[in-house]
């Protein structure tokens, strides 16, 4: 059994510094070590420097700032001792053999015999960094490879030597999977294992065709983003985030350390790329590097390099009629079928990539996996992508794929021709009503086999596949999670939140109470609300349906206390975007399972509202600091995470936090079912304080200083003005008590009042058409 209650990283550069700051992330202590430089006071200024850094990253390296603080500075003369107390050491040096042989020397004469060892190394195979050391050493000796940066992007590889003690293997991967929250994907001792080896293939590859297509920088980034189920930064935009000078030092490695590869010269950098880094065009770091930033304030505009002349212009705006006659189409697998069937340039471009990237990745097996699943999940995982080579393979049609591909006359991989010729017709097959698991075409049996369920995880999806639903519509589903636990799924465009959603938590709420034992609030989308459905808002304002507007705000409100007040626990489940409406609804659960990446919020100023569906009185029945709420209403407040939630009051002390967004579904349905032996409803309180007319007039002084320092908008002291009478409960006489109900009707007149102003509906458009708020 290990116990992993301190840990130690050996460098302080950009990758162990924020290794450390992770792990601190998860309550961990760290003990963060790099050298002495050379003329600094401070003998620990590396180190310290690392720290620095993590908290000044943006978005941040830490959870919250004082998470810093179980980050402990060191270096490798005075402290390297200290390694004997910690039972996990992370050696994240430079990527030089003999730096990283002698390091390993130095720790083994000092460490705790049981420690776990390993090496962040992203590309020298761990059989030359242990070669020489003892059984017991090389026993404990393994690869963790993280990537940059740890907090935000899911994989970690998992790498074992060949002496590796399996039993600290299911250790390390227990540890990061729960406490880090990491995807774990198990690899071969290969150079640059599986996501570096696939990923600067492709990315070589976009260049390489960039270039024998003649498209343009802005031209490649605007179809290999989000519009193929890749990030936003695409390809060039990437680049320049982590570092021209690192790609080419990886790509640089890696072409050295595989000779007898075909593919090989993809991983170079090319002759324009290597000019650009020796006039350090680097990317951000440097100010510039395919993209650079020109002007300042209202005049700043971005300009794109020329990569034939080396020269800058503005950046343009590239359209092809493929890209726009897709773009609209939701489904991925139908968007890129719909785009590899046009015959224009990016089409044709798109082909040419997807078609390397598929005859490589299946080349490769089983030299770095075995198994199609590592190299699907190490591409979604670690590059944020939504379908990894293999899954993108059959969303485009195997077959249709391999069609086209002989049409091309490209040679086929021959554990490609012999799935064929045992009948597979794709390379996955789906749970569903036909196949109870999801399975995958295994190329060592010839045969399908199944994925190993991971216990704790579940997937709607699959659900969904298998069992079906319990009711549906166009916004909302209610899945049976099994056990007694009822799921309301939001499935609308960004989740905004309409009647297909409120009315499918009505439908819940009733389904529960028949038949279920508790109900979770969960989705798998891109976020878990971007709050109510402003079109459908600003039309209804337009139109002056105010009968309509007030009855379905109304609505919203009673739905909303009808969680809070549920004959059964009810547990919502938020991640990434919550914000306005979506807020509300994990306000008034009984309990959230949220994931730690939950960016929650009130908002509704932004366009020129305030919270309309309880959000006000929530945050004064919890908080009961009114200046507080007003603040964190009136500046819009999002939290960086779900601890910083907590902190904020968005999320209650109590609520629980998944590190694995993986198992964030899982988690809040154990919760759910934890509640409910001890749990029963309480009634609508009929006792919240609320200030009155002085504390209006406080509210109100504090807005009308905003102005004075035309920090805010005369529009800004009007939402003021109207949110602080809810909160203040609508200028009484001196300190009382009122009912929930009693402010939900504050509130809802607030959010028609304003509803109505013309420059509200002019920032609700401005959003509409942006995705940015006016200040107006």
Request: hydrophobic share 40%.
């Amino acid at each position: 059994m290990h116990t992993i209650r301190r840990v130690a990283v050996l460098g302080a550069g950009t990758m162990g510094s924020r290794i450390a700051g992770h792990f601190a992330n998860a309550g961990i202590p760290a003990l963060l070590l790099d050298i002495v430089v050379p003329g600094q006071p401070n003998r620990n200024a590396a180190a310290l420097k690392g720290i620095e850094n993590t908290l000044k990253q943006r978005p941040g390296g830490f959870f919250t700032d004082d998470k810093a603080a179980l980050v402990r500075p060191g270096n490798f003369e005075d402290h390297l001792g200290g390694v004997c107390e910690c039972d996990w050491i992370i050696e994240a040096v430079t990527e030089n053999l003999e730096i990283k042989r002698d390091l390993w020397r130095k720790v083994d004469a000092v460490r705790n015999p049981g420690a776990i060892l390993s090496t962040n190394t992203s590309g020298i195979p761990l059989a030359h960094i242990s070669d020489g050391f003892s059984h017991e050493f090389r026993r404990q000796f393994l690869g963790t490879h993280f990537f940059n940066p740890p907090r935000y992007l899911h994989l970690m590889e998992l790498i074992p030597g060949a002496d590796t003690d399996p039993h600290i293997l299911a250790a390390v991967e227990e540890f990061a999977d729960r406490r880090l929250g990491k995807g774990v994907v198990r690899t071969k001792d290969t150079p640059n294992f599986i996501g570096n080896r696939i990923g600067s293939f492709f990315g070589g590859t976009i260049a390489k065709t960039m270039m024998e297509e003649d498209f343009t920088i802005e031209e490649v980034d605007a179809i290999t983003g989000s519009l193929i189920g890749l990030p936003n930064s695409a390809s060039f935009r990437l680049l320049d985030l982590v570092g021209l000078d690192v790609w080419a030092f990886v790509g640089t490695n890696l072409y050295h350390a595989v000779p007898d590869d075909p593919w090989r010269d993809r991983f170079l950098p090319t002759d324009f790329q290597n000019k650009m880094i020796e006039r350090k065009w680097i990317g951000d770091k440097t100010g510039q590097g395919f993209y650079k930033r020109i002007g300042k304030g209202d005049n700043k505009e971005i300009h794109a390099l020329d990569w034939k002349t080396l020269e800058y212009h503005p950046a343009a705006k590239p359209r092809f009629a493929s890209v726009d006659a897709a773009r609209n189409i939701e489904d991925l697998g139908e968007r890129l079928r719909t785009l590899l069937r046009s015959d224009d340039r990016a089409g044709r471009f798109l082909w040419k990539v997807f078609s390397d990237l598929f005859l490589y990745s299946a080349e490769m097996i089983p030299q770095i996996s075995d198994r199609i699943v590592e190299i699907d999940r190490a591409m979604r995982w670690g590059y944020a992508n939504k379908l990894g080579p293999f899954e993108l393979w059959d969303a485009l049609g195997f077959v249709d794929v391999v069609t086209r591909l002989e049409v091309d006359h490209r040679p086929l991989p021959q554990n490609i021709k012999t799935a064929l010729s045992h009948g597979a017709m794709s390379l996955y097959r789906w749970a569903g009503s036909v196949h109870p698991v999801t399975e995958y075409f295994d190329f060592h049996t010839n045969a399908y086999q199944p994925i190993e369920p991971r216990a704790g995880i579940t997937v709607l999806s699959d659900l969904k596949r298998a069992n079906g639903v319990v009711a549906k519509n166009a916004g909302a589903s209610l899945i049976d999670l099994a056990d007694g636990v009822l799921c309301v799924e939001f499935h609308s465009k960004m989740n905004a939140l309409g009647e297909d959603n409120i009315g499918m938590l009505y439908a819940g709420l009733e389904e529960t109470n028949k038949n279920f034992d508790a109900m979770v609030i969960a989705n798998e989308g891109e976020n878990f609300s971007v709050g109510a459905n402003l079109m459908m808002v600003l039309l209804a304002a337009q139109e002056g349906e105010w009968d309509e507007l007030n009855r379905a705000i109304n609505r919203f409100q009673q739905a909303n206390m009808a969680l809070k007040y549920a004959a059964k626990p009810v547990v919502s489940a938020p991640f990434a975007r919550t914000l306005g409406g979506g807020c509300e609804i994990v306000l008034h659960s009984a309990r959230a399972q949220a994931s730690a990446e939950t960016y929650i919020g009130l908002v509704e100023v932004g366009v020129g509202l305030i919270p309309g569906a309880g959000g006000c009185k929530e945050l004064l029945a919890r908080l009961k600091d009114p200046r507080k709420v007003f603040e964190l209403i009136g500046y819009a407040k999002v939290s960086s995470s779900a601890e910083e939630a907590k902190k904020l009051g968005l999320l209650d002390r109590a609520d629980s936090i998944s590190m694995n967004p993986e198992r964030l579904i899982g988690d809040a349905k154990q919760l759910a079912l934890s509640l409910v032996p001890r749990y029963a409803p309480g009634v609508p309180r009929t006792d919240i304080k609320v200030a009155g007319e002085s504390g209006f007039a406080l509210l109100k002084l504090g807005a009308w200083s905003m102005r004075q320092g035309h920090f805010i908008s005369d529009h800004d002291v009007t939402i003021a003005e109207k949110l602080g009478n809810v909160l203040t409960g609508g200028r009484l006489t001196g300190e009382q008590t009122v009912s929930e109900q009693y402010l939900l009707d504050l509130e809802r007149e607030a959010f028609l009042s304003l509803c109505g102003h013309p420059k509200t509906q002019e920032r609700m458009g401005y959003m509409l058409k942006t995705g940015k708020p006016l200040r107006n």
